[in-house]
Nanobody, 120 residues
Framework: QVQLVESGGGLVQAGGSLKLSCAASGSIFSIHDMAWYRQAPGNQREFVATITDEGSTKYEDSVKGRFTISRDNVKNEVYLQMNSLKPEDTAVYYC??????????????WGKGTLVTVSS
């Protein structure tokens, strides 16, 4: 059993900052890519940022320069530092991880999401 649990969401004013965390737990052999996605009301889930197990990162264009993804491979955690938040960043943020539970088997895992609300 593997679980991803997000934390750190909340209400913040435009221009403010929040840091999201996601902890992976359970029977984990190794974790590959980790990422953050978000889903605003009425919209599809969209990619925000990803980080490989070696630390390479990619960002969705609208968050470049404002958001920073990082991970702690010892703690099996991934983070999303969000600065200069805008009302359009309001969404439920989901954590993703590609996890191997054995040397030969890997699977996609998702957290249940944490709500970020940015007021204008």
């Amino acid at each position: 059993q593997v679980q991803l649990v997000e934390s750190g969401g909340g209400l913040v004013q435009a221009g403010g900052s929040l840091k999201l965390s996601c902890a992976a737990s359970g029977s984990i052999f190794s974790i590959h890519d980790m990422a953050w996605y978000r889903q605003a009301p009425g919209n599809q889930r969209e990619f925000v940022a990803t980080i490989t197990d070696e630390g390479s990162t990619k960002y969705e264009d609208s968050v470049k320069g404002r958001f920073t993804i990082s991970r702690d491979n010892v703690k099996n955690e991934v983070y999303l530092q969000m600065n200069s938040l805008k009302p359009e960043d309001t969404a439920v943020y989901y954590c993703y991880a590609g996890i191997s539970t054995t040397r030969y088997y890997n699977e996609d895992y998702w957290g249940k999401g944490t709500l970020v609300t940015v007021s204008s």
